[in-house]
């Protein structure tokens, strides 16, 4: 039997997880003006590239903060994020094209 604590943390846990999830979702759907991949904007920001798009400008710069935490959390440098950058955006164009 539990109590009523555990039902506490198993509803924040949830809770944590569905809004990963819907964060997870909303990074990985392209821009709706420019239909590059949000993620993919944000690293750009993240190194210090200038968006065309300001749709896209936004959204890096309310993802930042997020970035600059999940990369310190990893110990991945700004060089090492570049690569990753470089993969992804080589991944996603060998799938789009
Ligand atoms: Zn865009």
Request: net charge positive; charged share 25%.
């Amino acid at each position: 039997m539990k109590s009523t604590k555990l039902y506490e943390r198993d509803f924040k846990n949830s809770f944590k997880k569905k809004i990963v999830k819907k964060f997870a979702q909303f990074l990985s759907k392209p821009c709706r003006n420019c239909g590059k991949e949000r993620l993919l904007s944000a690293i750009d920001y993240y190194l210090g590239k200038k968006h065309k798009c300001l749709q896209c400008q936004i959204t890096s710069n309310m993802i930042l903060p997020v970035i600059i935490l999940i990369f310190h959390r990893l110990s991945i440098s700004p060089a090492t994020a570049g690569k990753i950058g470089d993969v992804l955006s080589g991944i996603n164009c060998s799938s789009a094209c």
